[in-house]
């Protein structure tokens, strides 16, 4: 079987267990998608004493271990297959618990740096950050003690779905520090600073023509699909975990066309795009209210 790098001796696995099955207790858990978040972040280094073969981490079958395995797992865990996924209705509030730690401001798993010290930052479960569905999402948090708006900037791997991890500072705010650990109610807000300017573009350190990342910046909602034009139809690039769209094999020297989709089924074109990985590219367009 090929082996994937692992830092931590986990049981063996059998080529009949299940695809997804990352611990092998028979079931789709979200410890499974936490053990394969972490074997994404972790694939350096030798095996130790255990192993997990691709059957169990490669689920979409393309014979790859990427964070596009750890997005279907996750909405088969939610009961949900990758051809029915529905988006939530604006406004849903989501329950949870908020902790709270020291970072996130620079090297978040979204890769947003540099974030802006205007912005409350947070950390966000596995389940609900989704293969970085919800990176930079601006979420409205409610505590004993009041209300703030943070920003999503990294991800919180061993969190329950609901639950957050505020930036230290933050969580005085909502309820006593002292606690610690407290419940929560949240909800994806309008990005304030969408209000009055366009989505932005940042091509991932690297980029090329013959191969690209495309992060959006500044947009007013949670982003689900982006696609470029390429030969007159719009290919949907697919996301990774950190936050950046890949094109594999590149999309050429630009400029380009992209078509933008985000939680709610809301879309836009936005043209003419210019292709300079050293610096982000402002757009045209900005998702609906």
Sequence with gaps: LMLVPWTTALPAV???RLAGDVNGDGELTLSDAVLLARCLAEATGDLPEGMISVTALDVNGDGKVTAADLSLLLRLISGQHEDSWILEPKGTV???????????????????DPVSRDYWITAMNL???????????YLEVTG?????????TDLLPEGAKGDLDLYVDAFPL????????????WKIIPLDSAADAPMSYRYKEGSSAYWCGIQVLNHRYPI????VLVDGEFVELP????????????????????????IYGQRVIDEDIPFAPDETQQGHAQLPE
Excluded: Q, W
Aim: hydrophobic share 35%; aromatic share 10%; glycine share 14%.
């Design 144 to 152: 004993e003690l009041g209300t703030i708006h943070v920003l999503v």
């Design 94 to 112: 989501h329950s949870g618990y908020a902790t709270y730690y020291g970072g996130g401001y620079e090297g978040g798993c979204a890769m947003l």
């Design 224 to 227: 689900e699909t982006l696609e």
């Design 14 to 16: 059998s080529a009949e």
């Design 174 to 185: 909502i309820a006593p520090a002292e606690k610690g650990k407290v419940p929560v109610t």
């Design 127 to 137: 389940a609900d950050y989704n293969c970085a569905e919800l990176a930079g999402a």
């Design 239 to 262: 996301r990774m975990n950190y936050n950046y769209f890949i094109a594999e094999s590149g999309l050429g020297s630009g400029p380009f066309t992209l078509r933008i989709t985000d």
